[in-house]
């Protein structure tokens, strides 16, 4: 089973790499010197052309409910309507009365009866006589003036039961009874079965009489429709009118059926109302005010508190990103009436925010999201408490996540907070329990499954920003990893000192309020460049000593070689960047020390090449990579103490700091005094347990021996 899941992340890794909107993203990031405050204009301008058009009726009511506004009087006239059901009712009614139109075309017969004489004349007259001839005639003329009509009109005739019809004969109409119409196989069947006593039934049948009856009537969609339309029509939508000024209802009074279909009335006339062009451009203006200062108030958030994350324009993208899916979700939804508002996850925004980001960060965005999203609900006001404090659960219950169990939690928590929300409104409005509609159980059920789908969102927005979560922290971590297995099993005694390193330095960034999980996995990774040559390093040799045979320069070149080895071998495994980061930095632009005193005191006449023997660095630029490049220096040096007492560690931890503070390795981290302080008790009290003493265990002593 984890071989499978494990599959499934590399194959969407792999797509995410190759995916042509990472792309586009990275060169957006990369190549292209964009303001960020031009994302939040972009992004305003786009929900602002999605926005809605129709105005909003400002009052909610229900039937049997009381009004909970002021009085309200009508501003102006208005139809007071009827509803669908009884307009439906009315126009059934009034289209039984209905009677199709059918149209005579007079040619059909003149061209038949001609046709029957000049066949007479040339062929039948041989076979019967005149008597055959005149019968014939006569039946046409009956025929056709009755209508002959086609099958299929027939059929529909006596499906839809009409029993009269319109016939338009030239450009007067009459009824005429469906029961008279003939089509022409009941045609040929009058015509044989009135065969007069004095004719031969074979005769006349051998006449062909089939080839002088064809259709004559047919439908008149174009007037059928027409009068069918004016029926329809003339029966009235309205059944009242509503004065202006006149009292419709008052707070606190019971809303009853009448009442609700004036106030229905009120808000149909209310939301068709266009206004012309003005009204559309002031509603429009509007929204665009809205919008804007919303996000103007987003921006002037990240830019009074949030400085660094507003100035990296992948996490402006990011956080724009956040707000305009929602948004954008939520105006379809609201425009084509898809689905219910709140089967949309909106907690997912601040579930992601606060795993890449902070909690303040989450619950800002998650607000700003939510109020846009409140003007286009069909009841803002119940919108916005469910959904605010779902966020303020999110931002609570979530305090990182590294673990399937934690957003699990997180989203039972947030249905937990809309269930309890929605029957906690219910019960404060109705003071009812049947008033509450069990469906939205179904639709939180809904939302809380799509939470879930976090943490494989959370997987693939690191591919296309380039984040890395607590999730992949805690993944890189395992000792179970490709890398670091190789690295215990190669060069164990680095394994040992890199997880050494990893307790000290998580232990001084929890204290001082640094990234704990980012320094732990940093460190287990810092030095897995000594996989490349193993035996260059002490705590990996056994008895043998390469560097005996190699000059100081050509030693220092060997172990310095660890750093950019280390380099390759992790873009090589696809380690994120912030992680090399601490291979690059955890000896900053230092000296490896040993080999450079060393040359110095044996030549100290000659001038030295200081480049050989000085790492590539950079020095480290944050807390994270300050600490590992301290708790790297002060684990290594605690193995050469002879005693490791409380003084002795003590004096050892201030050198080693203060000595790289002098050398300026740690002018770019954005550490205080205090925090270095706090650094170094850390690795003291820490070092202290890693060396205590312990007590020898007593050998048991044999009877003889007691004699």
């Not at 009874?177 to 004719?199: G, Q």
């Not at 450079?596 to 807390?623: A, C, H, M």
Request: overall charge positive.
């Amino acid at each position: 089973m984890r071989a499978k899941v494990r599959l499934f992340f590399r194959l969407i890794n792999f797509f995410a790499y190759i995916s042509p909107i990472k792309r586009i993203i990275a060169m957006s990031i990369k190549n292209y010197n964009v303001h960020p405050a031009i994302y939040f204009i972009v992004a305003a301008v786009l929900l602002s052309y999605f926005f809605p058009r129709e105005g909003k009726f400002k009052y909610q009511f229900y039937e049997g409910k009381p009004w909970r506004y002021g009085l309200l009087t009508a501003s102006s006239n208005f139809p007071v309507y009827k509803t669908e059901k009884q307009v439906k009712a009315e126009q059934d009614s009034v289209l039984k009365k209905f009677q199709p139109y059918y149209r005579v075309n007079p040619d059909v017969e003149v061209s038949q009866i001609d046709k029957l004489r000049a066949d007479y004349n040339a062929q039948l007259k041989h076979r019967v006589t005149s008597a055959y001839m005149q019968y014939i005639e006569r039946m046409l003329q009956q025929l056709y003036t009755s209508g002959i009509v086609s099958p299929q009109d027939w059929e529909k005739l006596h499906v839809e039961q009409y029993s009269q019809i319109n016939l338009i004969r030239n450009t007067l109409s009459a009824p005429h009874y469906v029961s008279d119409l003939f089509t022409v196989k009941t045609a040929y069947e009058f015509i044989i079965n009135n065969c007069p006593a004095n004719l031969n039934r074979s005769l006349l049948q051998s006449c062909d009489i089939n080839n002088y009856l064809a259709e004559n009537v047919t439908y008149d969609a174009a007037t059928s429709d027409k009068i069918r339309n004016e029926l329809i029509q003339s029966v009235p939508i309205s059944s009242g009118i509503i004065q202006a000024g006149e009292r419709i209802v008052d707070r606190g009074e019971i809303i009853t059926p009448h009442t609700y279909n004036v106030l229905r009335s009120l808000k149909i006339v209310y939301e068709s109302q266009s206004g012309g062009n003005q009204r559309h451009n002031l509603m429009l203006a509007g929204q665009v005010v809205l919008v804007f200062g919303l996000l103007f108030c987003y921006w002037l958030y990240l830019f009074s508190f949030r400085r660094k994350i507003l100035f990296k324009r992948r996490n402006t993208l990011f956080l724009v990103c956040c707000i305009f899916v929602p948004v954008l979700l939520t105006e379809v939804c609201a425009a084509y009436n898809l689905f219910s508002l709140y089967i949309i996850p909106f907690a997912i925004a601040p579930i992601v925010v606060r795993t890449f980001f902070d909690s303040r960060t989450a619950l800002f965005t998650h607000l700003v999201t939510v109020l846009i999203c409140s003007v286009m609900a069909q009841f803002p006001h119940e919108f916005l408490i469910l959904q605010i404090v779902a966020g303020m659960v999110v931002t609570f219950s979530l305090k990182e996540l590294s673990e399937r169990s934690q957003l699990i939690r997180c989203a039972f928590f947030v249905f937990l907070s809309y269930a309890l929300s929605y029957v906690g409104l219910v019960l404060y409005q109705d003071a009812d329990l049947n008033k509450i509609h069990w469906v939205m159980m179904l639709y939180f059920g809904i939302n809380f499954i799509l939470l879930t789908f976090a943490y494989l969102l959370v997987y693939i927005l690191e591919k296309v920003f380039g984040y890395i979560s607590p999730i992949t922290l805690v993944e890189l971590s395992n000792i179970n990893n490709d890398v670091l297995k190789k690295l215990s099993e190669t060069c164990p005694g680095t394994f040992q000192h890199s997880l050494q390193v990893s307790i000290l330095a998580s232990e001084a960034a929890s204290r001082i309020g640094a990234n704990a999980q980012l320094v732990r996995t940093g460190a287990m990774y810092h030095d897995v460049g000594k996989m490349a040559n193993p035996l260059y390093f002490t705590e990996n040799q056994n008895q043998v000593n390469p560097h005996n045979t190699l000059s100081f320069e050509e030693s220092a070149q060997r172990v310095i070689s660890h750093v950019t080895e280390g380099v390759k071998i992790a873009e090589k495994a696809g380690l994120p960047k912030e992680i090399i980061d601490f291979i690059r930095t955890h000896h900053g632009r230092g000296k490896a020390k040993y080999f450079y005193n060393s040359y110095k005191n044996q030549y100290p006449d000659r001038e030295v090449d200081e480049s050989l023997f000085t790492y590539p660095g950079p020095n480290p630029f944050t807390k994270e990579t300050a600490i590992v490049m301290m708790a790297d220096s002060v684990e290594a040096a605690s193995r050469s103490l002879k005693e490791h007492t409380e003084e002795s560690i003590s004096q050892l931890v201030n050198k080693i700091i203060d000595t790289q503070i002098a050398d300026g390795l740690l002018k770019n981290a954005p550490l205080t005094f205090r925090d270095v302080e706090s650094v170094k008790r850390v690795f003291i009290e820490k070092l202290k347990i890693m060396y205590h003493t312990r007590i020898s265990y007593p050998d048991l002593k044999k009877k003889d021996d007691e004699k």
